[in-house]
């Protein structure tokens, strides 16, 4: 058995154990990687991989917890190499970050701008996605950190660092009726409304908001993107409801916020990292930037 055959179980995980696209990321022919890997099955004495002919299908029970064991292997010498580096202060490399389309609108632009002029040697690689995929990022070694609202507290392999806390506003145009006397749950079920897509910016506290109070809204429109939210409230659909930081009064000058903290639970925009990770202290360097960022403009 050597490290290299263990690193390809991982490249076959991560490819869904296709044997081409492994032998690609492993940078050898395919016949090389069906031989490695009957080689470690014969060291072993019993198959890894459920097969359909040569096709791999999936991980046999001996083969997950073998996995288990290689990714810790991975993270130890992911570590080792982070930490040679950190010593050395080497300043080249990029730092992944794994974000939501609002976090990478409003949130991040400031900590970016002060760690590229920190650090010029590293790149930023941005993803943006759903909070489901940033934490798989996040255990595929894909992203060092991940930024959002939703889902990372169900993930306990993850550290947690509380960024701030935000509500939700109903956005309508001037002149809305909406815009006339108190606001209320009732009143805004009883209007079309657009927001987030399950499981994006809050989505969570709106569903939990309007359930405990019996009230079934009639959504016609959910995005990811709180300026889709917005274009579509200008073209008249309905009110929409989006993250506080969304609303931009400069920008959105047209539409009315109204404040929905008393109607709708607060958020938090949680920053998160494997906690068997070894952070760099550029990364660290980040994070701390992220939170003062978070803390400026909660003042």
């Known amino acids: 058995m050597n490290l290299n055959q263990l690193e390809l179980l991982r490249a076959l995980q991560e490819t869904q154990f296709n044997l081409s696209k492994a032998a690609d990321k492993m940078h050898v022919v395919q016949s090389a990687v069906s031989r490695q890997l009957q080689l470690l099955e014969t060291e072993l004495g019993s198959p890894l991989f459920e097969r359909h002919g040569k096709r791999l299908l999936g991980l046999t029970p001996l083969g997950e917890r073998i996995m288990a064991e290689v990714d810790q ?26 974000t939501t389309h609002t976090q990478a609108k409003y949130l991040l632009p400031v900590p970016v701008q002060k760690f590229r002029r920190k650090y010029p040697g590293i790149k930023i690689y941005m993803v943006q996605s759903s909070p489901d995929n940033l934490i798989n990022l996040l255990h595929q070694h894909q992203a060092d950190i991940a930024i959002c609202t ?9 550290v947690l660092r509380p960024c701030y806390q935000w509500h939700h506003v109903a956005i309508v145009p001037a002149g809305h009726t909406l815009t006339e006397g108190k606001i ?3 009143r805004l079920a009883a209007q079309p409304v ?3 897509s399950p499981g994006f910016t809050g989505r969570s506290a709106i569903e939990k908001a309007f359930g405990e109070a019996d009230l079934h809204p009639d959504i016609i429109l959910a995005a990811a993107d709180s300026d889709v939210i917005k274009t579509y409230v200008r073209l008249g659909l309905g009110v929409g409801i989006i993250a506080e930081t969304s609303y931009e009064p400069g920008k959105d000058s047209d539409l009315v ?8 639970p607060a958020s938090v925009t949680k920053i998160a990292y494997l906690k068997q990770l070894y952070l760099p202290s550029y990364c660290c360097y980040f994070i ?10 909660r003042t």
């Open 194 to 196: 657009l927001t987030y």
């Open 257 to 264: 916020a109204l404040d929905l903290e008393h109607l709708i």
């Open 184 to 186: 209320s749950l009732e």
């Open 150 to 158: 939703e889902k990372l507290a169900e993930d306990d392999s993850l």
């Open 73 to 98: 292997i991975h993270r130890a010498k992911k570590n080792i190499q982070t930490m040679a580096d950190d010593f050395r202060d080497n300043r080249n490399g990029t730092l992944h970050i794994a």
């Open 288 to 297: 701390d930037e992220l939170l003062k960022e978070a803390e400026a403009k």
